[in-house]
């Protein structure tokens, strides 16, 4: 969060889910931040109870919550905090949350729909840089793209309610071209290179070698990769190299409605936002080939 201060990250080595979770130990201590673990589990069927602690000055109740369906995780209890301290949250089901205390006190955790290896493969592994892994995606989601792309392709991921695509003639923001001389295509089909300011994709070009496989789901597979989806290694998956599915899978919408709807630019592995500080701006360049 820019503009506010904030406590120091904690450093404490990721524990089970049953421990008490703790505020760091450098975060101020009228936090006093309590997590006390809870029955059941699994995608939040229930609410939580609340603390019965006494809120810190200007602290607000913790609610946290499912990121895809928005109901209480009934793993935890509800503390407190003061906005902007540190927070590390762990539930059965869940990706372990470190972050800062939002100032409406609602968190939303990311719902391990296979498991934590899934969600590094597909969304940080493929766009890292000198051993660091981020989460790369636009920062708007109103896109624009070159017009002749099949509305199979295009429909398959508006239909997950992340962004939107407009043919547009003029600067599209998505370039998609056949072209079997350009000096980038190695590989049998295409490949995809986006370019970023920070960790937002601002421009993405996608080259394919014939129209063939324009029309084909090969398409689709690389507007994935234009959302900052890496690759798959699961076969049923559109994300997969290999294996042409026409679709998104559930667990891939999964990934797409938490980077767009519930995470910014640049969240590190397995799910943390406390390292992104002020707004970067260092350009670069991302190209994975199919």
Not at 125 to 154: C, H, K, M, N
Not at 169 to 191: H, K, M, Q
Request: glycine share 10%; proline share 9%.
């Amino acid at each position: 969060m820019v503009g506010k201060t904030r406590a120091a990250p904690s450093t404490m080595p990721a524990r089970p889910p049953s421990q008490p979770w703790r505020s760091s130990s450098r975060a101020p201590a009228a936090l006093a931040l309590m997590l006390l673990a809870g029955c059941g589990g699994g995608h939040g069927t229930g609410p939580a109870s609340p603390s019965t602690s006494t809120p810190p000055p200007g602290g607000v109740a913790l609610v946290t919550l499912d990121g895809i369906t928005g109901r209480p995780v009934a793993a935890a209890s509800l503390p407190y905090g003061l906005p902007g301290a540190s927070l590390e949250l762990a539930a059965p089901g869940y990706l372990v949350r470190r972050t800062f205390v939002p100032t409406d006190g609602r968190i939303f955790l990311w719902p391990l729909t296979v498991d934590e290896a899934y969600v590094r493969r597909i969304v940080y592994e493929t766009w890292s840089f000198s051993g660091v892994q981020r989460l790369y995606r636009w920062a708007r989601t109103a896109l624009t793209i070159t017009p002749g792309v099949p509305d199979a392709s295009i429909a398959a991921i508006v239909s997950t309610g992340t962004v939107a695509l407009t043919a547009s003639s003029t600067a599209a923001d998505i370039e998609v071209r056949v072209d079997p001389n350009d000096p980038d295509l190695v590989g049998p089909l295409g490949f995809t290179r986006c370019t970023t300011t920070g960790y937002a994709i601002d421009h993405c070009t996608v080259v394919l070698r014939d129209s063939g496989v324009l029309q084909s789901t090969v398409a689709t597979h690389e507007l994935g990769h234009c959302l900052g989806l890496g690759h798959s290694a699961r076969p049923q998956d559109l994300m997969n190299p290999s294996a042409r599915a026409a679709e998104l899978t559930s667990d891939e919408r999964v990934l797409l409605t938490m980077m767009y709807g519930r995470r910014r630019p640049g969240n590190t592995p397995p799910d943390d936002d406390q390292s992104l500080g002020h707004t970067a701006t260092t350009r670069r360049t991302l190209m994975v080939r199919d």
